[in-house]
């Protein structure tokens, strides 16, 4: 009786129905986590704890890498902790924080239910384009943004801030193009609507993308742009690269001469001249100015404990601490604007090569499990991801896990690939 009472169990934790009804969770989950956070909350922890009885009668037969790698995150952040309460006991927490690298991993508990389908990854990414644009028409609708955008007013649908909405905005870019090509070959009317309709949402999204006027995604969407005709017209054709390129140029030439975009990269040209004249002592606390004068506070602690660092905690003391961060304005400030940085600061070089290890790790698999869409896809979102991270810590707040959770867990496969 007992082994029966096993056994109906594990079909019923490896069926095909609870798969969808789990997987119905995470559709509800990406979808509900820009409007309403606290219900996306409840969704998460159904994954979370839906997903143990899967991993528990599964596991065999997944790739133990990334497993291994997430008891790594769970050890250094121990070690990080050990080390501060040693060394620096007055900016230790009692407890280790396990949450900050750990987070990193919430992926794998949807990847589970993805499960290599082109079917479930479509609707996941989906879901999250769906998500943002019906986020940004109610806010459209309650707070007239879209007025506000057009009047030349940084706007930021209600996404935590404008920065968020930005990269939200080019995320939803790259998902729509990648979902486009994935296109079935359907009658061709219907695919003529699907692409209208795919067309209106990047346009909306660029409109969004220059409404929230966030520089660091600007600048990483041109690094991305400068690589695309190397990537579709390739290095041999010198002729058409270099159409392209003119093109692009004029391209940015024309955006730059809207008065709203051009304020916005030139206001802060007074930092930029104290950064070449080398005066760091008397860097203006702008918005540029705040973050190099954080990272120059940073750069204090990294070299007093560059190895293990001085664990997550101490990373809100680095500017309270600091004689630059001690005006009304600027008191309680508690982040680096700087996700390299912060796990510097915490965890140490270790911690930095831990996240290069995760990354490899994440690159490898996509390559060897799935064909160049999805290579595609994974380059542009990390490409871009490295370069805003080095401008905002996307990774240590909800919005910026909630994206890097749904890429990586739409793109990642956990099933160990069969040799033929």
């Known amino acids: 009786m007992l082994r029966n009472l096993k056994q109906q169990t594990k079909c019923l934790f490896t069926s095909k129905k609870y798969s969808l009804a789990i997987f119905i969770v995470c559709i509800l989950y990406t979808i509900s986590a820009l409007p309403r956070l606290e219900i996306s909350d409840l969704f998460k922890n159904i994954i979370i704890f839906g997903s143990l009885p899967a991993l528990f009668y599964n596991f065999s037969s997944y790739n133990k890498s990334i497993f291994w790698l997430a008891l790594t995150s769970i050890l250094l952040q121990v070690i990080s902790w050990a080390h501060a309460l040693v060394y620096v006991p007055e900016f230790a927490k009692s ?10 991993f919430l992926f794998v508990l949807i990847a589970i239910w993805i499960d290599g389908s082109n ?4 609707t996941l990414f989906s879901s999250f384009i769906l998500s943002f644009v019906s986020t940004a028409f109610y ?4 707070n007239n943004s879209l007025s506000l955008a057009l009047s030349g007013h940084r706007i930021d649908y209600g996404m935590h801030n404008a920065q968020f909405t930005s990269m939200l905005s080019v995320v939803v870019c790259i998902l729509t193009v990648y979902v486009l090509a994935k296109l079935p070959g359907e009658r061709k009317g219907v695919k003529l609507s699907l692409y209208a309709l795919g067309s209106s949402v990047i346009a909306f999204a660029l409109f969004s993308l220059y409404a929230s006027q966030s520089r660091q995604v600007w600048l990483a969407v041109i690094v991305l742009l400068s690589l695309v005709p190397i990537v ?12 392209a390129y003119t093109l692009l140029a004029f391209v940015l030439f024309s955006v730059f001469q809207l008065e709203s975009v051009r ?5 802060e040209s007074t930092v930029i001249s104290t950064l070449i004249q080398g005066d760091l002592d008397n860097i203006p606390m702008t918005s540029v100015g705040i973050r190099v004068n954080s990272w120059l506070e940073a750069s204090k602690w990294i070299a007093e404990r560059p190895i293990l660092g001085s664990d997550f905690n101490a990373i809100s003391y680095v500017t309270r601490t600091a004689e630059k961060f001690q005006t009304e304005k600027l008191q309680g400030f508690g982040h680096l604007h700087n996700y390299y940085l912060e796990v510097w600061v915490a965890f140490g070089i270790v911690g930095l090569i831990f996240l290069a290890v995760f990354y490899r790790e994440i690159t490898v698999n996509v390559v060897n499990h799935h064909g160049k869409e999805e290579r595609y896809l ?3 979102f990390l490409i871009f991801w490295f370069i805003i991270s080095m401008f905002e ?5 909800f919005l910026g896990l909630y994206v890097h959770t749904i890429i990586l867990a739409g793109l990642y496969s956990l099933k160990v690939r069969k040799s033929n």
């Open 393 to 397: 810590s996307y990774n240590h707040k």
């Open 378 to 380: 994974l380059y542009s």
């Open 139 to 142: 806010d459209i609708y309650t």
């Open 263 to 267: 304020q916005r990269v030139l206001n």
């Open 95 to 104: 407890s280790p924080d396990l949450k900050p690298l750990s987070s990193l």
């Open 119 to 122: 079917l479930r990854r479509i």
């Open 232 to 243: 579709v017209v390739g290095t041999k054709h010198i002729r058409k690269l270099t159409i």
